[in-house]
């Protein structure tokens, strides 16, 4: 099977092949590009345009294996599975791995040339696994993500940085990106509607910032859900989604985002044939749930820290987002899980019920902005969102 790229398609995987072929450029670089734009389809092209022997990461085996069957649907067969996870150790041209499967292994790869790490925003340019591989390996690096910052925490705050201004880092230079509004108009996304459905006497005011600046403490979140009864306004709004209260529109699936085990219990407790999906969930289980989810057997799944990506239903067309949090990625992975569009859908639903709308805005707001001399920041509409403390 053969794809025609979109034209922002070609135009990345142009940039990509240019920066693998130029030898004069010995960094790093990193392509943006929304949720929802087939970055998968992105990376198989370049990886089947590429000379010389490629590495493929993922963070999961999700992405591994939606990245690897795009690439085999090319007709390509020069290309493998490395990670545990498949019980799968082949080596090819072309290869996708997980980096905890190749870390202890690095003599294996000496020859490639190439590497493409999916989901960039995941590499700690301080240490860790990406890191260590990376520095022992003679290769170009390009990262794609649709994040593209890293929160960094200082003695007097904490900011998210673009990941080509952290210091250290490991991408230096932005070498294509397309905004969020552009693929919108284009028609490429899903249309978003947003419901701010806060609880009466909602406080964001009283939820503390964790020691690494990186979100809420768990004891002022509980705090603030026993203070307003929060589990039971999280029911009465599925509710009513459920019976078509709000607009009398019937929803496809209702995928509900908790951040603790308490609340996606509760409501499965209180919906018929809800279901629970968390990292504890087996695989087996986790698959039977989601399956059903999308057969439309299951109405609600309540998951807890989980599908914020590599979780392709493009059907699913309303979010309930009952967890706050001062997470931009997080925020937009989770409003992503409803951008893609499907023919059946005519437009996906986030029903915010904890200020997070008010914080960052809609996504369709979100835009990379081109600062000069090779530095980027994102915005939402004029409020500067990295780069800046918080």
């Given amino acids: ?151 960094s925490s200082y003695a007097n705050g904490s900011m998210l940085k673009f990941i080509t201004r952290t210091r250290p880092r490991v991408f230096s230079e932005l070498i294509y990106h397309v905004q969020i509004s552009t693929l919108l108009d284009m028609g490429y996304l899903s249309k978003l509607e947003y419901w701010s459905m806060r609880p009466t006497g909602w406080d964001s005011n009283r939820l503390k910032v964790n020691s690494t600046g990186a979100d809420y403490t768990d004891k002022s979140v509980k ?55 968390s990292g504890s969930t087996p695989k087996k289980e986790r698959e039977k749930i989601l399956e059903n989810f999308k057969s439309g057997k299951i109405p609600v799944v309540a998951n807890v820290g989980v599908l914020t990506t590599g979780f392709d239903y493009p059907e699913l067309d309303t979010i309930v987002m009952a967890r706050p949090t001062m997470s931009l990625a997080l925020w937009y992975q989770i409003v992503g899980r409803a951008i893609r569009p499907h023919p059946n859908k005519q437009s996906g639903w986030i029903i915010d019920l904890c200020g997070n709308l008010r914080r960052f805005g809609e996504v369709k707001d979100l835009r990379i902005c081109d600062m000069g001399n090779g530095k980027w920041d994102v915005y939402s509409r004029s409020k500067q969102l990295t780069n800046v403390f918080f």
């Fill in 1 to 151: 099977m053969s794809y025609q790229l979109r034209d922002y398609q070609q135009k990345a995987s142009d940039a990509a092949v240019r920066f693998f072929s130029d030898k004069l450029k010995k960094h790093n670089a990193v392509i943006v590009l929304p949720t929802g734009a087939g970055k998968s389809l992105v990376i198989a092209d370049i990886a089947s345009r590429l000379e010389g022997h490629t590495l493929v990461f993922q963070p999961s085996k999700e992405i591994l294996e939606q990245n690897y069957k795009k690439l085999c649907s090319y007709g390509i067969l020069c290309c493998s599975i490395y990670s545990a996870s498949f019980n799968s150790k082949r080596i090819s041209q072309i290869t996708f791995a997980t980096i905890g499967s190749v870390i202890n292994h690095p003599e294996l790869f000496m020859h490639f040339r190439n590497i493409i790490i999916d989901e960039c925003h995941c590499v700690n340019p301080k240490e860790g696994m990406y890191k260590t591989f990376l520095s022992m390996l003679n290769c170009k690096v390009l990262g794609l993500t649709a994040t593209p910052y890293r929160l």
């Fill in 223 to 277: 705090e603030e859900y026993k203070r307003v009864d929060f589990n039971s306004w999280v029911l009465h709004i599925v509710d009513r989604l459920l019976n078509n209260r709000v607009t009398g529109i019937k929803r496809k699936g209702i995928l509900v985002f908790t951040r603790f085990i308490e609340e996606a219990e509760n409501l499965v407790e209180k919906i018929p044939n809800a279901a629970i999906v």
